[in-house]
């Protein structure tokens, strides 16, 4: 919100020193530099906000405005000072045009504008008058406060004012110029009771701010959204008494004004702007998705990639707020659906947009940081080869080790059937070499090949039949064992079957040898 605080009373009682103060001791440092201190202080608090601090100094001598903080410090009298006068935009907000606005980004700088300014006010003497009293002065501090990456903007003023002197034109005894310079400022100071009379009385609609220079400048500063404070001075001498009485009246009726004070809060108009413009393109967008003209040609390559980019932006964004804005375009649109709902089930992207042809060639991409290569994917390959290079190399892959699978399938089968073939031989060779000896012999041959040579039965080799289900390590480790097995087995035509064969006869020998000892 705004602030005042006006220093009000007759001349020579303290208002200039109240406001400004004593240039000999610090202590007696006025209001204008004990804020600057105070401002500054206070933003050095709040270092997580970006404050700026700016200085203008006004000078209204009979209702004429005067910058001054003019900095050619070339006025030798008040008319060299840059007149500025009132301007009212549609809105009816008063702007002061010429009034120079100086940025002060410390308490010194601020202090020394100040003294630009008193030096200005005390070089460019009024006419008639030495003491240059017979003006209003008005030094306004305008601060502005955001939080640093917040679009809001908190704006305030405080006008510091030192009034003229309040006394009564027939009191002074004066005439010719010095008449009209009391008439002035009686006049102004007329308008501004009339002002604070009007804030004051809660039923009045219209409030006279424009009767005067001083009241249109003070306009968002003394009523409504504002602090106003009156610091009234009085003389305490005797003859003095009916100008004091009068200063306390007035300040009885100030007192009277009931303001609600509220934070101006503003939008940073950089921040409105990009705003406004995003709700442009979205307002386009809406037009354009409900108009007739949408396009049915192929998006390219770099428009998928950059969908597929911004929509990992889209997943990867922590903001549960954050707007996935692919345009309007049906056509990303749809792609985006549908890369979205293939990356909901846990996959990425299939193989073609509503949009695109068969043979459409798709780019590389991730999604949420995961890739997967896939004859389903058009996406990316873990081997980082084109796609179709990689799926001719893992064809090839799958058919060499389908040739090796026949290969052991067939070798097992084989071996199968020929140990098959030695256990038969084996049974018979021993048939017939039992007829001529006993039968406990024959059971003796029996118990030993069907026990000590288990490896031959046909259970044993039972689960050979289903070699196929097998992978090749396991087709591999039993064909190495079945070779093991097969090597107990009778063959004349191979080193398998004739080691079958001598186990047997020695088996034989060995029979013989226990019949001729029983
Ligand atoms: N509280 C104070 N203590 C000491 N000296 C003061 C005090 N108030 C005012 N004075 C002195 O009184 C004199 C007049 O004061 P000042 O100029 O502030 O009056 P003024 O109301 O501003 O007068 P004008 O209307 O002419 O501008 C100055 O010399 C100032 O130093």
Redesign the pocket.
């Known amino acids: 919100y705004n602030g005042t605080i006006f ?1 009000y ?12 103060g ?1 240039a000999e001791r610090y202590i ?1 440092r006025g209001i204008i530099p004990r804020t600057l201190s105070y401002i500054f202080e206070e933003n050095s608090k709040c270092p997580d906000y970006v404050s700026t601090t700016h200085i203008s100094y006004l000078e209204i001598y009979n209702d004429s405005g005067y910058d001054l903080l003019d900095p050619k410090h070339e006025a030798t009298k008040l008319e060299d000072l840059p007149k500025v006068s009132l301007m009212e935009d549609n809105d009816g907000n008063m702007h002061l045009k010429n009034l120079s606005l100086h940025p002060a980004s410390s308490e010194e700088e601020a202090l020394n504008l100040l003294f630009l300014g008193d030096t200005n006010r005390m070089i460019a003497e009024t006419p008639m008058n030495q ?4 003006s209003h002065c008005i030094f306004t501090i305008h601060v502005s406060r955001r939080e640093a990456g917040s679009a809001t903007m908190k704006r305030a003023k405080l006008h510091l004012v ?5 006394e009564r034109i027939g009191k002074t005894g004066v005439g010719g110029n010095l008449l009209t310079e009391a008439k002035y400022i009686n006049l102004s100071l007329h308008y501004l009771e009339q002002v604070i009379v009007a804030l004051s009385e809660k039923t009045r609609q219209h409030i006279p701010y424009r009767n005067s220079m001083m009241t249109s400048v003070l306009r968002d500063s003394l009523g409504g959204n504002c602090m106003t404070s009156m610091i009234a ?1 009085c003389s305490a001498e005797k003859k003095n008494i009916d100008e004091s009485i009068s200063t306390c009246r007035f300040a009885q009726r100030v007192a009277r004004i009931k303001n609600d004070a509220f934070l101006n809060e503003e939008l940073d108009p950089k921040v409105m702007i990009a705003r406004l413009k995003g709700e442009i393109q979205e307002l386009k967008n809406q037009l354009s998705l409900t108009s007739e003209d949408q396009r049915t040609d192929i998006l390219s390559a770099e428009d998928l990639e950059r969908l597929n980019e911004e929509i990992q932006q889209f997943i990867e964004d922590p903001d549960p707020e954050a707007v996935l804005n692919v345009g309007a375009d049906m056509r990303k649109i749809n792609e985006a659906f549908r890369i979205l709902k293939n990356f909901a089930k846990g996959k990425v992207p299939a193989k073609r947009s509503a949009s695109a042809p068969e043979n459409q060639q798709r780019p590389q991409t991730k999604i949420g940081g995961q890739e997967e290569a896939g004859t389903d994917s058009y996406l990316t390959t873990h081997s980082g080869l084109p796609r179709d290079e990689e799926i001719k190399k893992l064809q090839g892959l799958i058919l060499q080790r389908d040739n090796e699978i026949n290969i052991l399938v067939n070798m097992l089968k084989k071996e199968k059937k020929r140990a098959q073939d030695a256990v038969s031989q084996v049974q018979q060779a021993a048939h017939l070499h039992k007829r001529p000896h006993s039968r406990s012999h024959s059971r003796s041959a029996d118990h030993k090949l069907t026990n000590g040579n288990s490896s031959l039965s046909e259970s044993s080799l039972g689960p050979l039949n289903s070699q196929s289900d097998l992978s090749v390590r396991d087709i591999s480790r039993n064909r190495s064992l079945s070779t093991q097995r097969s090597s107990a087995g009778h063959s004349s035509n191979d080193r398998y079957s004739s080691r079958l064969q001598t186990d047997s006869e020695e088996d034989l020998r060995r029979n013989q040898a226990e019949v001729k000892e029983y």
């Open positions: 220093a009373g007759q001349t020579g009682s303290g208002k200039t020193f109240t406001i400004t004593g007696d003491a240059s009293t017979r030192d009034l003229a002197g309040s001075t």
